[in-house]
């Protein structure tokens, strides 16, 4: 098969990698892998980056500027027509909703992963224009979201909320993300002692861990500010961000 994705960003020069490129990338190399091509459709966000560039195996067009990116991924879309067996959508935003929408016309299967709960209610930047709870530009992404042929979704709440945003129950999957075992996997004791001691952390606490991006959505600031309460009656633990 030739898939193609269509994600937000992907290993742009001198840009931090985000979560779901990373996640993304990790699809693609198992997809190819099992014998697959891979297409990749990304958003240009740094002057130094290609507009077309083949990594490690895998075509990668970023489109630009703001604005024209959705057109120009129309485009792309529309000339590979014939190639794209399927078309996965990482997210949901503008740039993938309205890529939804294309592939059906073209009548390319297309399959778009919601990861964020929520966020088919979430008020979009134009939406804040309008009075409060009136979104009708998010609820044109949603409109545009539900074409395509199948979505994904990471949990039961998720699945949840696109049901009464009114997608069609047939079309939700819920997979959760996978886990790398090979670089992720329990450790013994033994090896514990020996890692944290490489990384500086006490040997004599327990460990609250918060993975991710720091960034407004991820709420790292409400840890931030309840830990100096939480560690005032569990002095035991220690906070590793």
Known sequence: MHICMIVTSYKEPGRTHTGA???ADTQLRALQALGHSI???AKKKTKKSKFYETIDGIN???VWPTGFRSILTAFLLWKKRNQFDIVHLHG???FTALAAWVCKLLAIPSVMKITISKQVFAPTSIDKIFPKGYIPFRK???WL???SSAVITISQEIASELINCHFSPEKIQYITNGVNMSK???VLPDEQFV???ELGLPEDKILALFCSRLIHRKGFDLIINAWPEIWKNHQDLHLVM
Do not use: C, G
């Open 21 to 23: 490129e990373l996640q």
């Open 39 to 41: 297409t990749v459709i």
């Open 60 to 62: 990668v067009y970023r």
């Open 92 to 94: 949901q935003h503008v």
């Open 140 to 142: 044109r992404i949603n």
């Open 145 to 147: 979201s539900r074409q």
């Open 184 to 186: 992720f996997h329990p």
């Open 195 to 197: 890692l944290r001691k």
